[in-house]
Every structure is written in C-alpha cells, then in structure tokens.
Nanobody, 117 residues
Framework: QVQLVESGGGLVQPGGSLRLSCAAS????????MGWYRQAPGKRRELVAL???????TYADSVKGRFTISRDGAKNTVYLQMNNLKPEDTAVYSC???????????WGQGTQVTVSS
C-alpha cells in the first residue's frame, strides 16, 4: 500500500525557515492535487496550501507571502518552504494527495513544526 513520508520538521526560532518534503513510497497515477494541512493543539486541522496538476496554488491567508508550495510530478513529491515563521505556525503538518486512481485522499503521518525562542 502506498504511503506518504514527510520530513523536514523541527524546532526553529521565530523568523526562521524550514522546508517540508512529502514523498510517496511508490508512484501514484493521475495525481490532480497535493497539499499541506496543519493542526495545532486543541484546534481543528486547517488547510495551509494546495497545488494542482497544472501548478496552480492556493494558500491560507495566514501564510500568504511567507510559505511556498511546490511539487515534483515525476517524483510524486510536494514541498512546503516556510519562511519568517511565527509561534502561531507551531503545529503538526501533514501532506495530502488526491488522485483519480484512489478512492480517498491519501494522508501522511505528520511532522511536528515548533516555532519558539
């Protein structure tokens, strides 16, 4: 069964940067959307950024201008470059993939991002 493997999380000071990666354990056919979500303690999961097969991206208002989502279609990998991180960005970040070859959204296990001085 295909899995999504995330990496790049960690502890960073306010104003710092991190780059998250999410790769599929094997090739997934017909991906049409990849994205990142986050969930902070005591809060609901929220959308951070999405990118479709055409390369068009959308962002949550709270991260616009600071985060950039990108993808490598050949490698079935999606990235999230996070700059000027703030304490309120602290959360577990999970990637998600939607494909016409799968009935449901495929989720990664999540990676912790902590922004603190």
């Amino acid at each position: 069964q295909v899995q999504l493997v995330e990496s790049g999380g960690g502890l960073v000071q306010p104003g710092g940067s991190l780059r998250l990666s999410c790769a599929a354990s094997r090739y997934i056919l017909s991906i049409y959307r990849m994205g990142w979500y986050r969930q902070a303690p005591g809060k609901r999961r929220e959308l951070v950024a999405l990118i479709n097969s055409g390369g068009n991206s959308t962002y949550a208002d709270s991260v616009k201008g600071r985060f950039t989502i990108s993808r490598d279609g050949a490698k079935n990998t999606v990235y999230l470059q996070m700059n000027n991180l703030k304490p309120e960005d602290t959360a577990v970040y999970s990637c998600a993939v939607d494909s016409r070859s799968m009935r449901e959204t495929l989720w990664g296990q999540g990676t912790q991002v902590t922004v603190s001085s």
